[in-house]
């Protein structure tokens, strides 16, 4: 039973197969456009250009064997040009062939500029493509993703998108090339040579029947890439708290384990492309000693059998870098599709970024709204009314929901039951894109990238005066933190803050809130590695704001929600307060 559908399914998955190859092409040639087009043409000319230059070889032979001005029509022809000595015609003959290969060196140098700058520019494109396709997918995707994930496709899977797209194209100008030459020597002996390209093209079939495997390879590389990125990135993460009770040993030999997997789907790779060359060099051997023989046997005269065992012999190199392209296209091929997974993932429910629009002025309303995680926890059916200026306080037991209804109200996530209304409206997409504008989350880790205070503070917009930095840094209680500094708004903060204190991080991502003047201000325990009296401090400065934002904090200790308006507790997904 399983030996009749085996056939099927090798058919099946050749379709597979050739059907992502299809789509990289096509995904390749879109990028291009235009610029493919004349890098096709240069690469046609650079083949025509070699061939002539071999074809040049002819009457030069011809010329040198018989030492009496050859035999063949280029005798006819320089003689009708008034060169008549045998040393006059090998010098035209060989000047002629100089200008070929210094047309050729040029052209080639120009066809490989132009195709390096396209492969550059693709994997540059590529990468570019899924960093915008993470920003416009809704926040429930991108939770779900893992971040090693993202970032291994980012970093070495592009990489190999870029080196996929090079050997496509190496393939293609060695195909040309190829044709070409295969083209010279019909002329020059049309059954030998069609003899040799028949078994060529056998050879070629056989290497592509055989690239599934090497896609096989390929796929477990994806895989073993992302494992090897998930356990650095969790390495990293946990160095401190391992390092603090000395086991960082596991985490040391989990990476050499998954480290000897990645090497050893690199090994497999090698083994096989260095099987084929072996074959290969065994083949163009053995094909070379066949065209010699034959040709003697055939009485090929001795110009046209030198220069047809130069034609094959330089016919070898394209014919081994387009095998070596094909595996190493295959063997790249999993990471596109890859990357068009997850974009698939990610783009199906995004809809292009509309142009925002403020909602209406007025208030928060949460109708009867909703969300629950797959797990089932989260936030039960709620309303929720909140005045424009109101300081709410929002408390309760880990788990119970309180972040779920922050996501709910910054439209992180979209009920699943029920709606959010602002200033009495619901919120199509383009208000939607307005009121996150016009909002200012704080999460617990208060992120700061590898930069400058400044940057941090102004996420690289140039038009925040420095004065309102500085006002936005006082209500934080930061100012005097930052005055403190060698390069003050210019000093670093190390990588995710790391040369701040965890209170300073927070410092600083409250102020940089402060910055944005938003409508609504969130702070999900934002400020809880703050000291005490810091906390109340800043707390104070917050609620005295004229004219005040909304804000909505969350908390779980008593003393910060003194300050609200109104505390709510949340208790196993309900409102209780
Ligand atoms: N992405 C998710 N997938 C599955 N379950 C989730 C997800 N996010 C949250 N939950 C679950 O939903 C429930 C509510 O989570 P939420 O983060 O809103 O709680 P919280 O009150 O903010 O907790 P804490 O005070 O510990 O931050 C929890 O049981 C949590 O495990």
Redesign the pocket.
């Given at each position: 039973m399983n030996i009749s559908s085996r056939p099927s399914s090798i058919v099946s998955s050749m379709i597979a197969l050739w059907g992502s190859a299809g789509a990289f092409m096509g995904n390749f040639a879109r990028f291009s456009g235009r610029r493919l087009w004349t890098s096709i043409a240069l690469v046609a000319f650079a083949a025509i250009v070699d061939g002539a230059g071999l074809l040049l070889l002819l009457p030069i032979i011809d010329v040198v064997v018989s030492r009496d001005g050859g035999h063949l029509h280029t005798k006819a022809l320089l003689d009708s040009i008034g060169v008549h000595s045998p040393m006059g015609q090998l010098a035209v003959l060989l000047a002629a062939f100089v200008c070929a290969a210094l047309l050729r060196a040029f052209v080639l140098y120009a066809r490989d500029m132009r195709l390096a700058l396209l492969q550059g520019d693709f994997a540059e494109h590529e990468r570019n493509k899924i960093m915008r396709t993470l920003a416009g997918a809704p926040w429930?995707r991108i939770?779900?993703l893992s971040h090693a994930r993202i970032t291994s496709l980012i970093s070495v899977e592009v990489n190999r998108i870029g080196a996929s797209a090079q050997f496509m194209i190496q393939g293609s100008v060695s195909l040309m090339m190829l044709v070409v030459q295969g083209a010279l020597a019909i002329v020059l002996a049309p059954g030998l040579a069609l003899t040799i390209i028949a078994i060529l093209v056998v050879g070629g079939g056989a290497i592509m029947l055989a690239q599934g495997r090497i896609r096989d390879i390929g796929t477990r590389m994806v895989d073993a890439n992302h494992k090897m990125m998930g356990s650095a990135t969790g390495f990293l993460g946990g160095l401190k708290a391992a390092t603090a009770q000395n086991a960082q040993g596991g985490f040391v030999e989990e990476f050499a384990t998954i480290q000897r997997s990645v090497r050893g789907r690199q090994i497999e790779f090698m083994e096989r492309q260095a099987r084929a060359k072996r074959l290969f060099a065994i083949g163009s051997s053995l094909m070379g000693a066949a065209v010699v023989l034959t040709g003697y046997a055939a009485t090929v005269s001795p110009a046209t059998l030198i220069t047809l065992v130069l034609i094959f012999g330089r016919m070898s190199g394209p014919a081994l870098m387009i095998q070596q392209s094909v595996q190493n296209f295959f063997f790249g091929l999993p990471a596109f599709e890859a990357i068009r997974n997850l974009e698939t993932e990610l783009s199906s429910s995004a809809a292009p970024m509309p142009v925002p629009v403020p909602p209406p002025p007025g208030a928060i309303e949460l109708q009867g709204a909703s969300f629950?995680?797959?797990?089932?926890?989260?936030?039960r059916p709620t309303s929720l009314r909140i005045e424009p200026g109101e300081f709410i306080g929002i408390t309760?037991?880990?788990?119970?929901?309180?972040?779920?209804?922050?996501?709910l109200l910054t439209t992180l996530q979209e009920p699943q039951v029920g709606r959010l209304l602002i200033g009495g409206e619901p919120l199509d997409a383009a208000r939607q894109a307005g009121w996150r504008e016009s909002l200012a989350y704080v999460p617990?880790e208060g992120f700061l990238f590898n930069d400058t205070i400044r940057r941090n503070l102004t996420w690289g917009s140039a038009s925040v005066a420095e004065p309102a930095i500085w006002e936005a840094l006082r209500l934080a209680g930061a100012d005097e933190i930052v005055a403190r500094l060698p390069a003050k708004l210019d000093s670093l903060v190390g990588e995710r803050g790391t040369a701040l204190s965890g209170g300073e991080r927070q410092r600083l991502a409250i102020a940089r809130a402060l910055l944005r003047d938003p409508r609504l201000l969130v702070l999900?325990?934002a400020a809880n590695a703050i000291d005490a009296a810091g906390e109340k401090a800043l707390l104070e400065r917050l609620a005295a704001l004229d004219p005040r934002p909304t804000i909505v904090m969350?908390s779980?200790r008593a003393e910060s929600l003194i300050r609200c308006d109104r505390v709510i507790t949340?208790e196993s997904?309900q409102l209780s307060g």
């Open positions: 429930v939770a779900a629950l995680h797959p797990g089932g926890g989260g936030l309760g037991p880990s788990g119970a929901g309180k972040t779920t209804l922050v996501e617990q999900d325990e969350i779980h949340i997904g």
